[in-house]
């Protein structure tokens, strides 16, 4: 039997082979260079990775996080009682006899979104986040060799979303070629925004031990990946143009509270979306598995079985055992055919999975690479620079790919970086 640790190193190894052999062949590929590019990528992974989960201090942050997030949760749980009462968790006028069926996620866990949107449009009106940001765009920057603007965009969307990252680079997305386009993409597809991935980690509150410090992690080191993977598949030339614009946007917010207004307006938006898309998807879901059952006579399919199947060795190659490889491969299966929020609602209810196993698939979902978001990305990029909207359309499958790809490389990285 193989090692479990040793079938994340054979992940690692394998998964930039594929990028390689599904590359576009219409430009050259320097060995030398994609050789590089490899190396730096998965050192920084890693050294990242083992120095975020290993240094005591590093790890004792996580803590401190989780407690940020009980703390958001909390202060939105006052606003939420105050407005929908018991709904959102308040004193009920009657007795419970179920207190499991009491949790209405769509009053006491999506609102945490508004608060975060909010904050974070403070934080960026503030300028703390661009500063941030920055201090990321050059670690990768000058440990991977990419243009300075596409390590901003990368470097960015480990906190903001994949249609607000590309604007901090926006006079560049116009000059930028072919692979640096592609590469802004599958950053974007690769990593989670801050605003939901505090509500990922309340979904896995008491099964992922600080669920929203790994998380962070996740979305950190997904973006190396991510750089590495896409230029293995369309290589990039470094832009000139390193110096971004300090001049702020013509519709900048003009104070503190015209940015925390702006931000609860922004968080109402994905609110909604968010609510919505759940209920759409989960009743989509339940039709299909209702056809597939009927079609299927006793072997009772499902779309989880199928996934499960179809991902259970993508599920080994990150590090889960074969045992547990289909409860994780349908989990996979659901992120990429759904959307990585019905994936960590199921996460959150599983009882299967080791915590091992657990805490890889926690890293291996924290990615927007799903179909729905290549969607989205395309309308919003094409409207941000709508003279390459050609391009970014032809370039939306294969980035799913390569996004899908990086953040089964995280799971893989954890994978080897865990004791069984």
């Known amino acids: 039997m193989i090692p479990v640790q040793l079938q994340s190193v054979i992940g690692l190894i394998a998964i930039p082979l594929f990028a390689w052999a599904v590359r576009d062949r219409s430009k050259p590929l320097d060995l030398k260079h994609a050789a590089r590019i490899v190396g730096v990528g998965l050192a920084l992974q890693l050294a ?25 949760q909390a202060a939105t749980g006052r606003g939420v009682q105050l407005v929908f009462g018991y709904l959102g968790g308040g004193p009920t006028p009657f007795d419970v006899t179920s207190p499991a069926h009491a949790f209405l996620p769509a009053f006491q866990a999506f609102p945490l979104m508004l608060v975060v949107s909010a904050l974070t449009s403070l934080l960026f009106y503030w300028g703390i986040l661009q500063r941030i940001v920055r201090a990321f765009a050059r670690l990768l ?31 560049y997305l116009r000059v930028m070629d072919r692979g640096a386009l592609f590469a802004v993409m599958t950053v974007g597809l ?19 031990p600080d ?74 879901l339940t039709l299909v598995d209702q056809l597939l059952g009927m079609a299927s006579g006793s072997w009772q399919l499902s779309l989880g079985k199928i996934f499960g199947w179809v991902f259970a060795p993508v599920a080994w190659l990150i590090g889960v ?33 080791s915590p091992r196993s657990r805490l890889i698939v926690t890293y291996a979902l924290s990615g927007f690479a799903n179909f729905g978001s290549v969607g989205i990305m395309i309308g919003g990029m094409s409207a941000i620079v709508p003279e390459r909207r050609a391009e970014i359309v032809e370039l939306g499958l294969k980035s799913l790919v390569s996004g899908t790809l990086a953040t ?13």
Do not use: C
Not at 190 to 208: E, P, Q, R
Not at 213 to 242: F, K, N, R, W, Y
Not at 324 to 336: Q, Y
Not at 345 to 353: A, P
């Open 48 to 72: 990242i990775a083992a120095l975020m989960l290993n240094v005591p201090a590093i790890r004792a942050g996580f803590a401190y996080v989780s407690r940020g997030v009980d703390a958001l």
């Open 141 to 171: 920057q000058h440990s991977m060799g990419v243009s300075g603007p596409l390590a901003t965009a990368a470097a960015a969307n480990i906190f903001l979303g994949m249609i607000e990252a590309p604007l901090f680079i926006r006079p």
């Open 190 to 208: 690769a990593t989670i925004a801050g605003t939901v991935l505090v509500l990922y980690a309340s979904f896995l509150n008491g099964v992922v």
């Open 211 to 284: 669920a929203a410090g790994h998380m962070i992690v996740a979305s950190v080191i997904s973006a190396p990946a991510a750089l590495m993977l896409a230029q293995l598949m369309i290589p990039t030339t470094p832009l000139d143009l390193e110096k971004l614009p300090e001049e702020p946007p013509e519709d900048a917010p003009t104070s503190s509270i015209d940015a925390l207004t702006r931000g609860t307006q922004t968080g109402v938006l994905l609110l909604v979306g968010v609510v919505s898309t759940l209920i759409v998807f989960v009743a989509l």
């Open 321 to 353: 055992p074969w045992a547990e490889a289909g409860t994780a491969g349908s989990l996979l299966g659901i992120k990429t055919a759904v959307n990585e929020l019905v994936a960590y609602l199921d996460l959150g209810q599983d009882t299967t999975l």
């Open 408 to 420: 089964m490389m995280t799971g893989a990285v954890i994978g080897a970086l865990s004791a069984p």
